[in-house]
């Protein structure tokens, strides 16, 4: 399978942040000697597991049609990953002025685990929503890009407020629909759940708005062959 050139690029670009994130990850643990925040490479992978099967969807799209057991496969595996991209921004409760070391290491490091999350969520989503284009209209495929980003904010919710994570959807599907259950049909009766889930998608849907307006693809006008007025005759 061949890379282009802005694919190999991205990869560079990839590479890079998560090898600082990782690396200050390590040297953290070198020099404390504890493991506070062993959740980091954990997290990494999960958010970049969504950019792949984007990447692999938008591949077999290219000779496939979207209606396939493959291609419904990526996009439920897109979908369960996609919420790790963005649960990353939530990390930021762990940080604690522990005398381990300065505090504002920490806080550096949970930004670059930020960065490297946003840059895989928002750049899977940006890949999906192309793929929408194709097929749908402007304001059917901008619907669709809102519910994704609402349903992962409520994903995050269930991952920071109740503790599951997208493993559990092999691991205990049982456990993780029953609380879904239970909130999708009393929401009221769960105000954290809309205040958190609400939060999240203004944020998450303002941003990647921001990043949509200044890369999305442009749409280019039909060229219409000039007409040419004959003369009247004299």
């Known amino acids: 399978m061949t ?3 802005a694919e190999k690029r991205f990869i560079g670009a990839a590479v890079v942040i998560n090898t600082l994130c990782l690396g200050l990850f390590l040297l953290r643990y070198l020099i404390t000697g504890t493991p506070r ?3 980091i490479p954990e997290n990494i992978l999960l958010a970049w597991l969504a950019l792949l099967s984007a990447w692999l969807l938008t591949r077999y799209l290219k000779e496939h049609k ?4 493959q291609g419904l496969g990526l996009l439920l595996l897109w979908l369960a990953f996609l919420p790790n ?3 990353v921004m939530t990390d930021f409760i762990h940080i604690e002025d522990t005398g381990e070391i300065s505090q ?3 806080i550096a490091l949970i930004n670059i685990l930020v960065a490297s999350g946003f840059l895989a969520g928002f ?7 192309k793929q929408l284009l194709k097929r749908l209209s402007h304001w059917r ?9 609402l349903a992962a904010g409520f994903a995050i919710y269930l991952g920071r407020d109740l503790r599951w994570n997208s493993w559990d959807v092999l691991a205990n599907p049982g456990g993780l629909i029953l609380n879904t259950y239970d909130r999708l049909i009393d929401p009221f009766g769960h105000p954290r759940m809309i205040n958190v889930t609400s939060l999240l998608f203004v944020v998450i849907g303002g941003l990647y708005l921001a990043i949509w307006q200044f890369l999305k693809p442009q749409n280019s006008t039909p060229h219409q062959p000039a007409v040419r007025r004959s003369r009247p005759h004299r």
Not at 123 to 129: A, E, N, V, W
């Open 3 to 5: 890379l282009s050139g």
């Open 141 to 149: 495929s901008a619907v669709i890009i809102g519910l994704v980003i």
């Open 104 to 106: 504002l290491y920490d």
């Open 37 to 39: 925040y062993w959740f």
């Open 85 to 87: 991209a963005w649960y």
């Open 66 to 69: 979207w209606l396939s057991w």
């Open 123 to 129: 750049t899977s989503l940006y890949l999906i929503h």
